[in-house]
């Protein structure tokens, strides 16, 4: 599930540098956030990522997951 994710935020990060779409795969979504979600300590701890984004209620799951890996959605 790890490379999985990081194919998945790379390309997030990719679009975002280059002015494209970055909306990731719905299926994708549904698929990592809750791996994220259950590796959510693991994941701040490692030092590899940033520290997971603050979100307004009613966020995307899109953003929920964007948002535990440190990126700003």
Do not use: K, N
């Amino acid at each position: 599930m790890q490379l999985t994710s990081d194919f998945a935020i790379h390309a997030w990060d990719l679009a975002r540098a280059t002015g494209q779409d970055e909306t990731l795969d719905p299926g994708v979504v549904a698929l990592l956030l809750p791996w994220a979600e259950a590796h959510s300590d693991l994941l701040a701890s490692s030092g590899m990522f940033g520290s997971p984004a603050e979100l307004p209620p009613g966020a995307s799951d899109e953003h929920r997951l964007l948002a535990l890996v440190g990126r700003r959605p």
